[in-house]
């Protein structure tokens, strides 16, 4: 079936250091990314998205990039602070009139002070 | 202020009642969603609505209801025949792609 997974449930880094939270996605007419920042008993945030006619793209200390021939995102944050420790999920759409996100399982980022 | 509310933030039933969740939103979004989200886990669909007066099941929809009566309005009911009720419970809506989420709703039966 179609998923949208991730490669590491868990991942602690040391604060200042880069973080790199990988997705896989298995439908290659999707064609909508986007990661979420979900904080302990919150709703999840929107980080940043990417569209399928594009390879990376960059915000606020955050980076995305798609990469379609292997069928995986990834979301990079640079000097990773304690307020960055949260669960992210990637999510992914289908072309076509559904709209409906496909959610991967979530990467915990644990931030060491 | 635009945004999604739900409430309450915490609700406490007993097994058997049925229970009916509030989301509202003020962004004129026509579509909305209900998720459900169990501890250390992702999140799973429930229902969606694209439009007023129209809405379709999810992954998870049995032991669920919803009406789409308003545009700003997408209450979730939990009913007696969910067999596992507790968990966290997410409204979102859209216009486009990315979906904007409300607080969420952490329900617990007794």
């Known amino acids: 079936g179609e998923s949208v997974g991730l490669h590491l449930p868990t991942l602690s880094v040391q604060e200042g250091d880069n973080s790199i939270i990988n997705c896989a996605y298995s439908n290659s007419a999707s064609d909508y990314f986007i990661w979420y920042k979900q904080e302990s008993g919150k709703g999840p945030q929107f980080i940043i998205d990417i569209r399928s006619n594009m390879d990376k793209r960059q915000g606020q200390r955050v980076t995305v990039l798609l990469n379609k021939t292997v069928k995986h995102l990834s979301l990079q944050i640079a000097a990773t602070q304690p307020g960055d420790s949260a669960v992210y999920f990637c999510a992914e759409t289908g072309a076509g009139n559904n709209r409906k996100l496909i959610w991967g399982l979530g990467t915990s980022l644990a931030v060491n002070p | 202020d635009g945004g999604i509310t739900q409430s309450p933030k915490y609700l406490f039933r007993k097994e058997g009642q049925n229970v009916t969740l509030s989301c509202e939103q003020n962004l004129n979004h026509d579509a909305m969603y209900w998720y459900r989200q169990d501890p250390g886990q992702g999140l799973r669909l429930i229902y969606y609505?694209?439009?007023?007066?129209?809405?379709q099941k999810g992954d998870i929809a049995e032991g669920y209801s919803v009406s789409r009566e308003k545009k700003e309005s997408f209450p979730l009911t939990v009913t007696s025949a969910q067999k596992n009720p507790t968990a966290f419970y997410l409204c979102a809506s859209s216009q486009l792609d990315e979906q904007f989420f409300g607080p969420g709703t952490r329900l617990t039966v007794l």
């Open positions: 609505s694209q439009i007023v007066n129209d809405f």
